[in-house]
């Protein structure tokens, strides 16, 4: 769970939405209007706190809160 609040604290850094608002739902660009950049800066943000490397690929798939979160539980058991 700290995991999660950390993520979304990071999330919160490139939208106008608090992360106690935020549910797995939400889209980045949709929902919280993040641009590619955003997106990017994002992902970098993410290998480095969480010390994972996302694949480019797997990255791109993603479109909800919910599944970058599954994505970065993956990474960080392997």
């Given at each position: 769970m700290?995991?999660e609040?950390?993520?979304?604290?990071?999330?919160?850094?490139?939208?106008e939405?608090?992360?106690?608002?935020?549910?797995?739902e939400?889209r980045?660009?949709?929902?919280l209007g993040?641009?590619?950049?955003d997106?990017?800066?994002?992902l970098?943000?993410?290998?480095?706190t969480?010390?994972?490397e996302l694949?480019e690929?797997?990255?791109?798939?993603?479109v909800?809160?919910?599944e970058?979160?599954?994505l970065?539980?993956r990474l960080?058991?392997e």
């Amino acid at each position: 769970m700290k995991q999660e609040m950390q993520f979304k604290t990071i999330v919160a850094q490139y939208c106008e939405v608090k992360p106690e608002e935020m549910t797995n739902e939400m889209r980045f660009r949709e929902d919280l209007g993040f641009s590619s950049l955003d997106f990017m800066s994002f992902l970098g943000e993410l290998e480095d706190t969480f010390d994972v490397e996302l694949e480019e690929e797997d990255a791109l798939q993603v479109v909800t809160i919910g599944e970058a979160l599954e994505l970065l539980d993956r990474l960080v058991e392997e």
